[in-house]
């Protein structure tokens, strides 16, 4: 059954998950971009939300508060995350949220996390990590390249990893992590060739938030059986 779909917040990204959304089961109920009324996204069914790292702990409030579950696009937030749960608990709804939504990414994070692992006692091994992106991206390093890290680190990989970003152009984002030695190197690297494979993640993870209630990551919808 076609799903009701609530944008909050209609740049680029916006505009692309309208454009999708019809091929991925929803209709565009509502589009809520910068100053408009909120009031517009009541009889939705879910909300996915790309706007600013400052804005999104109090447009997930107005959601939650709706009882609309939401998938939060944005990057940057991460140390409000205690207020995005208690609006999530304390509305019975339901958040999903990630650095990145595209599958190829969730899986690399996978890939460089199991590296990371098997290397983690070859001392010989240094790591490096680094990206590009647009030169309008923000934040740098960007919330895929954090995320990465803790990835390494959270699978033993406890040496120093040399972190860089560039930003130039209009890249729409590649991440590179590698492993050197006196013998030999690694290279893995994922690049994105639109801001499509985002946008089609960020839906997948709205039809599956509908009737959930928790907060959740992109890897939940993806590696977790119902």
Not at 86 to 102: H, Q, Y
Not at 181 to 201: K, Q, Y
Request: net charge neutral.
């Amino acid at each position: 059954m076609e799903q009701k779909l609530a944008i909050v917040g209609y740049g680029k990204m916006g505009q692309l998950i309208a454009q999708l959304a019809p091929a991925c089961g929803f209709s565009v109920h509502a589009a809520i971009d910068i100053n408009d009324d909120f009031a517009k996204a009541q009889g939705a069914d879910v909300a996915i939300e790309f706007t600013t790292p400052e804005a999104v702990v109090g447009n997930v409030e107005k959601l939650a508060a709706m009882k609309l579950p939401v998938v939060i696009g944005t990057t940057g937030w991460l140390q409000h995350m205690d207020r995005v749960k208690a609006a999530a608990d304390r509305n019975g709804t339901g958040v999903v949220w990630s650095p990145n939504f595209s599958v190829g990414v969730n899986v690399f994070f996978r890939l460089v996390r199991e590296a990371a692992r098997l290397l983690a006692d070859e001392a010989e091994y240094g790591a490096w990590a680094w990206e590009i992106h647009h030169d309008t991206k923000k934040d740098a390093p960007s919330g895929t390249m954090i995320k990465l890290v803790e990835e390494m680190n959270s699978a033993g990989y406890v040496r120093n990893i040399d972190v860089s970003s560039s930003r130039a152009g209009r890249h729409p984002g590649t991440h590179e992590i590698g492993f050197d030695s006196a013998a030999d190197t690694i290279t893995l690297r994922h690049a994105a060739r639109s801001r499509e494979g985002f946008a089609r993640g960020a839906l997948k993870a709205g039809q599956w938030i509908v009737g959930k209630q928790g907060v959740f990551e992109f890897s939940d919808v993806l590696f977790t059986k119902r």
